[in-house]
């Protein structure tokens, strides 16, 4: 005696067919829900744009990246936080969700753990321009000048024309007691942002 009714060609195909409609549905459904948010936000209605996402809510990736944005926007940094936690935590090697973090935790001064998540991108990209800077910036306004060098070296060499990163590396470099590379730099700035009253002053203190 069939213990169990085997599955005929007919019936298997019946269920594949009916999965894909189900499948289909939430999709357009998700899809929907997506696009009654982008709506919402875009006439900064925070509050419905969040409720346009959460009213099908499954826990996917992508709602929670998109729920840490708008909370964020709604200045709800705790609840953006949890919500980019959760998205860093269901892609653990992007990088997308990770700098969606750094919004609320910057929000909320948790300087910490944003080195510790700038570090953990460097991991996966080390020439990640924004992560070294931002790394570099850190360490800067802990005076930890041979740090911020090292960083802002980085992003110099990747973008020689760049005007933050080589006014931040000059000010490392004159807080190091490298005057003559702090001087090269400073002009740099200058060629980048003429008569710019932060590389004029940095300039005359590297002389």
């Not at 990736?61 to 729920?67: D, K, V």
């Not at 992003?155 to 020689?160: D, G, H, S």
């Amino acid at each position: 005696m069939d213990l169990v009714k085997p599955f005929t060609s007919s019936r298997l195909l019946a269920l594949l067919l009916a999965l894909t409609v189900h499948l289909g549905a939430r999709a357009q459904d998700a899809a929907a829900a997506f696009a009654s948010s982008y709506a919402a936000e875009a006439k900064g209605e925070y509050a419905d744009a969040i409720a346009a996402l959460k009213k099908g809510y499954a826990g996917t990736y992508e709602q929670n990246l998109r729920l840490g944005w708008l909370y964020f926007l709604a200045k709800n940094y705790p609840v953006s936080e949890a919500y980019y936690q959760k998205a860093t935590e269901q892609r653990p090697y992007a990088i997308e969700p990770k700098f969606g973090l750094v919004k609320p935790l910057n929000a909320l001064n948790k300087v910490d753990r944003m080195l510790t998540l700038y570090q953990a991108i460097l991991k996966i990209d080390p020439q990640n321009t924004q992560a070294n800077y931002w790394v570099g910036i850190i360490h800067l306004n802990r005076k930890d000048y041979a740090q911020a060098a090292r960083y802002f070296e980085k992003v110099v060499n990747l973008y020689p024309f760049d005007y933050d990163s080589n006014l931040s590396l000059a000010w490392a470099y004159l807080n190091l007691g490298k005057k003559t590379e702090a001087r090269v730099l400073y002009q740099k700035a200058l060629l980048i942002r003429p008569g710019d009253a932060t590389a004029t002053a940095g300039l005359k203190r590297a002389q």
